[in-house]
Structure formats: C-alpha cells, structure tokens
C-alpha cells in the first residue's frame, strides 16, 4: 500500500512566491471558469448585482486602506519581502484585522462570484483563504514575530487574522 507523502521542503518553497494580487487574479479568472462550465448551476436574485457592487466596494476600500496605512508608516507593501518592513502597522484598519489588504481581496472576489451568479465559484474562496493562510499570512507572521518580539505577540492577542 502507498503512503500518502507531502515534502515539507517543497510545501516550504511555496511560502511568499505567489504575490496576493497575482493569486487574486487566478482565483477569479478559475471562478469565471467554473461558473462557464456550469452554467446550469446559477442564482440569479433580484439585487445580487447591487450586493456584489456593495461588497465589491467595501473589499477595494478595505484593502486600499490597508495600502494606505503602510504608506503612512512608511513601510512596504510588497508581501513577498517581509524583510523591508521597517515598522509594526497597528493604526487605522489595522486595529479591526491583521491582514486588510487580504481581507478586501476576499471581499473582491466574493463579489466576483455573485456578479457571475456562480454559487460553486464561491467554493473557491475557502482554498483562496487556505493558500493565504499557509502560505503568506503563516510566513509573516513567523518572520514580523522575529522582528517585533512582544510588539508582535501583543497585537496579534488583540486583533485577529481576518476579522
């Protein structure tokens, strides 16, 4: 019998190598896809456009807020190299979640699966915030733990990953 085996070393080369809008951007162009495959599998409800507008809103505020804070404090914004952040963001959206920019992207594409009036194209926003969680989100949170120490470790008891 054959045992089921992942390398740890290849899931680890993984981490921080799909830059979140890059992952955005395939999510939602394999949501279209689902939702062309199965297009029997629809909703259709009056106002689905305008709930997918209104969340569609909230996510591109959200997430630009998230940008706007580290521009404030002067850090970057680019995930992949967690190294060049320079200062712990805590203020402004960043009180209510610990990743923003990733929470509008979420919000971005879940208006995206409604506006396709795809309910199996949502079944991909679990496996979106799986690969985040793993990762991108997992790797910074080791790598700011070892730049901020305590600083870190009190902000991430007080504010949650997403929401």
């Not at 899931?11 to 279209?32: D, G, T």
């Not at 995930?79 to 990743?99: A, C, I, M, T």
Request: proline share 6%; with cysteine.
């Amino acid at each position: 019998m054959a045992k089921f085996h992942i390398n740890i070393i290849e899931m680890n080369s993984l981490e921080l190598k799909i830059p979140p809008v890059a992952l955005v951007i395939i999510v939602a162009a394999s949501m279209w896809g689902v939702s062309r495959l199965t297009p029997s599998w629809s909703f259709d409800f009056q106002g689905a456009t305008w709930l997918a507008t209104g969340i569609g809103f909230i996510g591109c505020c959200i997430a630009a807020l998230g940008v706007w804070e580290f521009g404030r404090a002067g850090t970057t914004v680019d995930p992949r190299v967690p190294d060049q952040s320079e200062k712990l963001v805590v203020s402004g959206v960043y009180r209510f979640s610990r990743n923003p920019m990733y929470l509008g992207f979420l919000l971005i594409l879940c208006a995206w699966g409604l506006k396709l009036n795809s309910p199996l194209s949502l079944l991909l926003l679990p496996i979106f915030v799986l690969y985040m969680n793993r990762f991108q989100i997992i790797p910074e949170e080791r790598w700011m733990m070892n730049k901020f120490g305590e600083s870190y470790d009190k902000y991430k008891s007080q504010v949650r990953r997403w929401i």
